[in-house]
Structure formats: structure tokens, C-alpha cells
Nanobody
Framework: QVQLVESGGGSVQAGGSLRLSCLVDGYPSTALSMGWFRQAPGTEREGVATVSRDGSDSASCADSVKGRFTISKDNAKNTLYLQMDSLKPEDTAMYYC?????????????????WGQGTQVTVSS
């Protein structure tokens, strides 16, 4: 049973940075394809970035975050990270950590079976 707990969200001014963390419990993160998703009120949950099981392959899911957000894994700590720089008000959303045992990482939320409870990110102008 994979359990995910996000942390690190908060309020920040435009241009600032935040680092989100996702602690994995119940399964080694080395065996998990993982991703970050976000959802603003009234919108569908969208992919932000994904990373492979061993952490060697990562990708942004949208041009809007490419070059500003970096996903990474520290498998020794069973933790997934999302470093967010140059934040914009449009980045305001609830951010969710997701995981799937085996398989490749995808930006499609339907691929993932395990989800965290989310952490709120609010960016003010």
C-alpha cells in the first residue's frame, strides 16, 4: 500500500520560489513512477512534471512550467520533490503528488493509482 504525504506549500510573491516535498510510505520510491499534478478551483487536474522510477528521466508536462519547475527524487529518503522558481499568480493551485508501481511515467492523471492529499500553493502579484 503506497501512501503519499505532500508538504512545502504556502504563500509567496510572484517571482519567488517554493520547494514541495512528497514523502512515500509503504513502498520503496525506487519502484515508483511518480509525478506532480495541480488543480485550481473549477478546473481539471493537470500534470506538472513526471520522473522515472530510478529518477534518471524527468519531464515537464506543460510549456508553462518548463524551465521554472524541476522534479527530482531522493530514493534514499523515499521523497519526491518539486522545486518551483519564478512563480507566477497563474501557478496558484492545489498541488498533488502521484505514484504508480511499475510502468513508465505519464502526464495523464489516469495512469496513477496513488495520490497524496495535496498542498496549497498561492502566488500573489
Amino acid at each position: 500500500q503506497v501512501q503519499l504525504v505532500e508538504s512545502g506549500g504556502g504563500s509567496v510573491q510572484a517571482g519567488g520560489s517554493l520547494r514541495l516535498s512528497c514523502l512515500v510510505d509503504g513502498y520503496p520510491s525506487t519502484a515508483l513512477s511518480m509525478g506532480w499534478f495541480r488543480q485550481a478551483p473549477g478546473t481539471e487536474r493537470e500534470g506538472v512534471a513526471t520522473v522515472s522510477r530510478d529518477g534518471s528521466d524527468s519531464a515537464s508536462c506543460a510549456d508553462s512550467v518548463k524551465g521554472r519547475f524541476t522534479i527530482s527524487k531522493d530514493n534514499a529518503k523515499n521523497t519526491l520533490y518539486l522545486q518551483m522558481d519564478s512563480l507566477k499568480p497563474e501557478d496558484t493551485a492545489m498541488y498533488y503528488c502521484a505514484a504508480q508501481i511499475l510502468g513508465s511515467s505519464y502526464c495523464d492523471r489516469r495512469f496513477y493509482k496513488s495520490w497524496g492529499q495535496g498542498t496549497q500553493v498561492t502566488v500573489s502579484s
